[in-house]
């Protein structure tokens, strides 16, 4: 497991990363009343597609109403990852949320001010899992992915999974949801039968 600062979050406004500008998580942004409800997908049934949290309300983006800036849910039985110097927990309170973010590139700018995303290398088109603590506004960054990658937040549960990032949005899915829709399974079904068929007229296709 990866241990934590005291902060836990060195990207958040209180992270004391002095080598590139502070910003607000999605969380903050939702305290402040920045990111409204609607903005925030919790149905976790299917694929959800993220828009890079910078650029602002998914209408000023793409007019599409599919498109969140953040997924959230409970995680109950998540505990902090920040040690004390004995090597034990910080708290052993259980609870609190994930939150489920794209941040984008250098490209990514808000259109209602000139502020554009800026952020170490190695953070750039990266989907990011964050857990708030239980009855706080601290957040943790446990883990950053790129597509193709997945992560089981310790206590949750679930796996989030990047199925894909394109341009400026991000598909992520988190359990009981994965990368393959229904529909999208019924095809890739579809194409192996048709696949079995044409093995078995050949011949090819044996029985062990």
Aim: with cysteine; hydrophobic share 35%.
């Amino acid at each position: 497991m990866e241990n934590l600062a005291n902060y836990g979050d060195s990207s958040a406004v209180m992270g004391n990363d002095a080598a590139v500008r502070n910003s607000f998580t999605a969380m903050v942004r939702f305290k402040l009343g920045w990111l409204p409800n609607s903005e925030i997908q919790q149905d976790l049934s299917a694929p959800i597609r993220l828009a890079a949290l910078t650029l602002g309300p998914k209408d000023a983006v793409a007019g599409e109403s599919d498109i969140y800036l953040a997924a959230s849910t409970p995680c109950s039985n998540c505990v902090t990852k920040i040690l004390n110097s004995d090597g034990t927990p910080k708290s052993y309170d259980k609870g609190g949320y994930l939150w489920i973010t794209f941040r984008g590139d250098g490209d990514e700018c808000s259109p209602e001010s000139s502020y554009c995303h800026v952020d170490h290398n190695q953070y750039y088109n990266q989907v990011f899992v964050h857990w708030q603590q239980p009855g706080s506004l601290t957040t943790e960054r446990w883990y950053y992915m790129s597509p193709g990658e997945s992560y089981q937040p310790p206590g949750s549960g679930l796996t989030v999974s990047v199925c894909a990032i394109e341009g400026d949005v991000a598909k992520v899915a988190i359990t009981p949801a994965t990368c393959n829709s229904a529909a999208e399974l019924k095809t890739l079904i579809a194409k192996a039968r048709k696949v079995l068929k044409k093995a078995h007229a050949s011949g090819s296709l044996q029985a062990r």
